[in-house]
């Protein structure tokens, strides 16, 4: 850029001095001062041409309208197929099949060999613009998931490893009755989760554990999962505010088709952004609590079971590091405004698993802390970067959504 | 000093014969003698323009030279860019408040829409009126009612008076039960495509939207320009498709000036998409003329509630951003502790703290960072001849509902224009209209002292000489001086038709050491008078205006 402007000045300049040159050289003197302007005027005359941008603003305008105009085509895909796959790189190519509906079709692999390949159907103004329709069908493989055993009592040691396929497919609908404020969603998905042994250089999980001492080590089980969301949304836009506040609760029901795995879970979920300074500072806290409720003479299987430790719970800590049946987290983050595009953030995060649901409470809590750089549009978040401290060590977090 | 110094500059390397004043100097049209019409339309992208200005343009080393459109007694001719009305000519209350609106109002009897809006931040559409007149309409939003729709209408016969080129703005009245659909109108889609444009198209945007109680809107109505839109113009280089553009835009005077006329009405948005060149037929002649076309982000509107620190800081700028992340925020802006007295029609809007050197739009411009003290002066003179009267007649103009945030907006525009006076006029060596009589007496003004920014007793002093105008040289004459704007010239100046004296006058007045500095003045013996021919008031290559 810098050099397309040196360019364009001293085109300008050389121009108008270059005029006056081969003007006094060429032709007589101007006798005016109004003559002397035309001559100049009528040098440039003989050299126009039309304007052309440099490669940086062609690349920059194309940018544009895809993020502005909303013409995606092909686009860089950075969501893995599971957490723990290691940095994840993949691209998907969009297409408006009429005039706000669109199909995306992606593709993900990462440097564990995780695979994820799907297609995504959004109609986003359904309803007269209060609702939005999201339809995906797709496939995916974790290799080498890790799992460290029940409870907050396990040890980095007693990590074992996984492999499953999936196949799904789902359908959910977002409503807002009164266009801002109140959000309802519903959701279904079929899909089959078929466990496999581990790879990679930790034990494979079914070298460790058995069905009897871990349900769904082996297993192959089909699901309906439907899930219902109710919740009060006042932020400015779920990819980044300053303001406002998520509160919200979901109910899900899984039900396995040979009634051994089914189960009901329900999420709570609280957001509240406390702007001070002018929104300089931004005190931002989230607190969600996930429950479960076994159906009769069934089970949850270990890799569906509630998790902490995450990019998106508890960043001190390895990916899904506790798990069992109910889960607490809360999360603090002290938001810093460093200019328009780019806020930094320290943060607390502090959670525990539980077998039993009347054991979530504030005893026995795991907790880490960080710093962060978010860099950030009016209503997106598109590169997250984040240190993390926990106990068990130290852990860089990217990520290309907010935190919450 | 001269129009266009480096074409005369250049004229010089081959010839030495070449004047220094032209006979037709002080020239007061800018010409425009070539055909334009291959011209093409491009539209910068606003992306590219801000990572470019915020990135690039930043880190901008100001040539530091005179503005190369003014004319040789330092003032910018009339042009397709400018016209000069106020500071140069009278400008009446009832021309304010008519403003660039020559035409008749739209008629709101029926709307017929057919287009979307294509620029503005706030929502809108383009609709033919009753008389089958095309209009952009721009709504208020729902948290500044009035406040959109009024920074239009307000700051364009500001705008306009100072001389830019405006469209026509009327606020009239949009009744949603008076609405029709060309059979045409289509939109763009996010798909890209151009399909029908529908009543959910209108609903969508009425439900952004501030509404009457009666279920109407008010809207900001701006007439289709003539000619052929050709995009915004930049504040740098020339258009390389138009041959009269031969002055780099960023050394253009009314460009540079617009960091301080910005600063006084807060035009926070400079950039190109908001303005506009249009091909126009003038003479048999296809010409480019150049808008300011939407000053709708002035005052305190902008596109949200909460950007306090908009007027304050660039989008992004490098000494902000790092003494709020190293300080982690306790090293407060000033933007975090202003106070302001918010009107919803009016916005963050204030006086007291305002400093115009400190003025910051959203993202710098090549002519905003060229800016020098003497452009700076210029377009103070501008501001500071805005009379309190003038200054509330085109605040009524907004049709304010609120009478208290009228007349706080006026308020603030009045404490503004002092600061902006009392900054810039005592900066330089605030001589003005400088005269030489047949006796030999020599007349001016101290802008300063005129605006009432600066007072007490002064010692002007004029150093005299003889100026050959075909080699350039100087031959002294005497000094005189005088506690009055009136001095005498030496005797024995020359009579002769076409003789050139000057004369160095400086200022001597306590607290004020930039007023040393002498202006220079040149007259030419024309007739049985001295005409005024030259002002020079900084010299060629100075700093610009620090930031």
Known sequence: MRVLRLW??????????????????????????????????????????????????????????????GVPRWHPYFTSAYYGGGFTLGAGYAHHVSAYNLLDVRGSYTILGYKRLEAEFTAPRLFHRRGALSVVGGWREATQAAFYGLGMN???????????????????????????????????????????????????????????TLPGVGTKTTYVHSQGTVGLDWRESPGYTRRGGFYGVTFHDYTDKDEKFGFRQLDYELIQHFPILREAWVISLRAYAQTSYLKPDQQIPFFLLPYVGSGSTMRGYLSHR???????????????????????????DTGKVTARRQDLDFNGLKSDYGFGIRFHGPFATPLRLEVARSPEGTRLIAAVQPIF | MLLFAALVTGARVVSTKGPHFYPDDPITREPESRDASKAQ??????????????????????????????????????????????????????????????????????????????????????????????????????????????AVVVATKIFWALGYNQVESFLTTFDPMKIEFDPNATIRRPSGARTKFTQDDINSILERVARRPDGTYRVIAGRLIPGKILG???????RPDDPNDVVPHEHRRELRALRVFGAWTNLTDLKASNTLDALVTENGRSIVK?????????????????????????FIQGDTTWRRLFSLGFALSPWQTVKYTEYPSIGKFEGDVFDPRKWRPQTPTTAWREMRDDDAFWAARRVAAFTDEMIRAAVHTGEYSDAAAEKYLADVLIKRRDKVA?????????????????????TFENAAFAARVASGPATYRASWFRFDNTTG??????????????????????????????????????????????????????????????????PESAPATPI
């Open chain 2, 422 to 442: 009392s900054t810039y006029l005592t900066a330089v060596n605030p001589i003005v209209d400088a005269r030489l009589d047949a006796n030999g007496r020599l």
């Open chain 1, 154 to 212: 396990t040890s980095l040691r007693d990590r074992v490893n996984f492999d499953f396929q999936q196949p799904y497919g789902s359908g959910t609908l977002d409503f807002w009755p009164t266009r801002r404020l109140l959000l309802l969603r519903g959701s279904v998905e079929l899909s089959q989760w078929d466990q496999r042994p581990g790879e990679g250089r930790y034990p494979s999980v079914d070298k460790v554990y058995t069905p009897a």
């Open chain 2, 290 to 314: 150049h808008y300011l076309q939407d000053v709708g982000s002035t005052f305190g509107m902008c596109n949200d509630l909460y950007e306090w620190d908009l007027s304050y800081e660039h």
């Open chain 2, 41 to 150: 339309p491009y539209f910068m992208g606003s992306m590219y323009e801000m990572s470019n200005n915020l990135f690039v343009t930043s880190k901008y080393q100001p040539a530091g030279v005179r503005a190369k459109n003014i004319n040789t007694i330092d003032e910018v001719p009339d042009s397709n860019w400018f016209t000069n009305r106020i500071g140069s000519t009278r400008v009446t209350v009832e021309e304010l408040v008519r403003g660039p609106n020559f035409g008749a109002p739209p008629d709101p009897s029926r709307w017929v829409v057919f287009r979307e809006k294509t620029s503005g931040s706030h929502p809108g559409f383009t609709a033919r009126d009753g008389k089958g007149q095309t209009w952009f309409l721009e709504f208020d939003p729902p948290y500044f009612p009035e406040g959109a729709t009024g």
């Open chain 1, 322 to 348: 506790f798990r069992d049946q109910n889960r607490i987290v809360a999360q603090a983050e002290w938001r810093i405004m460093v200019n328009r595009f780019m806020d930094a953030a320290f943060f607390y």
């Open chain 1, 8 to 69: 364009k000045l001293s085109t300008v300049v050389a121009l108008t001095v270059g005029a006056a040159a081969s003007a006094s050289a060429q032709e007589p003197e101007p006798p005016t001062r109004q003559a002397a302007i035309e001559q100049a005027q009528g040098e440039k005359d003989k050299d126009l041409h039309p304007y052309v941008p440099g490669k940086m603003e062609g690349l920059m305008n194309r940018a544009e309208d895809i993020l502005v105009n």
């Open chain 2, 232 to 238: 915004g113009y930049l504040y740098e280089g020339t």
């Open chain 2, 473 to 538: 040289e100087t031959q002294p004459l005497s000094e005189t001086q005088s506690t009055t704007t009136t001095i005498e010239a030496p005797r024995g100046l020359p009579t002769a038709a076409g003789s050139f004296v000057g004369a160095d006058i400086s200022v001597e007045s306590e607290g004020h050491q930039s007023w040393r500095k002498p202006v220079r003045v040149y007259f030419r013996r024309d007739g049985g008078g001295w005409k005024l021919v030259g002002l020079e008031r900084m």
